[in-house]
């Protein structure tokens, strides 16, 4: 082993996590001392264009549970997770100077604010601290992919079959190791409260789907569940467009959005499963939804912020409208459609929202209301306990015809209602209220 030597601050964003962690394998290895650094950055709390906060509280109450969690997994390797409610820029710069800081290291990142956070970060570096950026958040690393990324296919099915023949998942980082005691920082910091970023604590609603908590270990037990206990990962592709219950789908994608688990885990978790359990079209179909997510990184790291325009990346020249008495009413799930009521008031209600819903509530927003898609994007950013920049414009562009669907469909709710709720449970269990009043 070579000897370490210099000091690393870890600056953590969506990558909450130290098993198969790039960041904190390299610098555990590689330096003497090692910090880790979050910062609650006021944008992520301030109120959008769009008339959201950017961040609501069921999310910001499972980032919480997210860090609380790593900062217990990362006393168990003698590393202080430093916390701080200030831009990063000026937060980085601080530690540097006051513990003589030499190399850091990020998970990198390319969509627009991401990027002006990580130049403003650059910008204050002297020439003598080494930066060491990681792509840490696909299935497929970017080097691996049979394509550059300015030559991706614009349909999902030619990247996943290039992908599938050509490319493969590597194997996860090695456990970071752990740091002498001397390590640890003589203060340990503590986490904001929801009041403090400007939030209400949400209510826990007896119905929601998902009812987890943040954080590694939480997302270590929903694998456990879903996978080995209770053997569900069988039957996914059967039950994946599901709508009431907390086995329907995998739910990973909270843990995924926020990195307290990587992809490259539950790939390889999937391959020991079809091992020893069983391999058949679910256990793939949970794969081929990952892939999906790899997608959308790539779609947005090849078209970077025409991701945010109205026209998409097909720049298509639509008429969409700005109404808020009608936005409102989808907000609030007092449409003409039952089943758009149902998802939107699960959503308002408990931050989450099936796949299916999703699907249906978007389209209905772009393409039977003709609003402006981005505004709708912009509410899911705020109240979705599982938004990942990258799968929520990729699919908002997608089903409002601007993105990857070279079909341009529109989905026709009722008939949607009547397949994926035959009996109406789901809407019942959601518009109950509204129907007795």
Known sequence: MQKRKGKALVWLRNDL???????????????????AFYSFDPIHYNETQWGFKKTEAFRAQFLLESLAQLQKDLLKHNISLVISQENPAKGTQELIKDHAITDLYWQKEWTQEEREREDEVRALLSENISVHTHYDQFLFHPEDVPMEIDQLPEVFTVFRKKC??????????????????????????????????????????????????????????????????????????????????????????????????????????????????????????????????????????????????????????????????????????????????????????????????????????????LLDWRIGAAYFEAQLIDYDVHSNFGNWMYVAGVGNDPRDRKFNVRMQAERYDENGKFQRQWNQKSLFE
Request: avoid cysteine.
């Open 164 to 369: 599938e023949k050509y490319s493969k998942v590597r194997s996860s980082f090695p456990e970071a190791l752990v740091m002498p005691e001397s390590n640890l920082l003589s203060i340990q910091f503590t986490l904001p409260s929801l009041a403090d970023l400007g939030l209400k604590t949400p209510e826990a609603h007896p119905h929601s789907a998902f009812p987890f908590k943040g954080g590694s270990l939480a997302a270590q037990l929903r694998l456990e569940h879903y996978f080995w206990d209770t053997e569900k990962l069988s039957f996914y592709k059967q039950t994946r467009n599901g709508l009431v219950g907390l086995d329907y789908s995998s739910k990973f994608s909270a843990w995924l959005a926020n990195g307290s688990i990587s992809a490259r885990q539950i790939y390889w978790e999937i391959k020991e499963y079809e091992a020893q359990i069983q391999k058949n079209q679910s256990t793939y179909w949970l794969i081929f939804e990952l892939i999906w997510r790899d997608y959308f990184k790539f779609i947005s790291l090849k078209h970077q912020d025409h991701i945010f325009q109205l026209g998409g990346i097909l720049q298509k020249d639509y008429h969409w409208k700005n109404n808020p008495k009608t936005i409102q009413a989808w907000i609030d799930g007092e449409t003409q459609e039952p089943f758009v009521n149902a998802n939107m008031i699960e959503l308002q209600k408990t931050g989450w929202m099936s796949n299916r819903g999703r699907q249906n509530v978007a389209s209905y927003f772009a393409k039977d209301l």
């Open 17 to 35: 996590r130290i098993k198969d962690q790039a960041s904190f394998y390299h610098a555990t290895h590689k330096h003497e001392t090692v910090i």
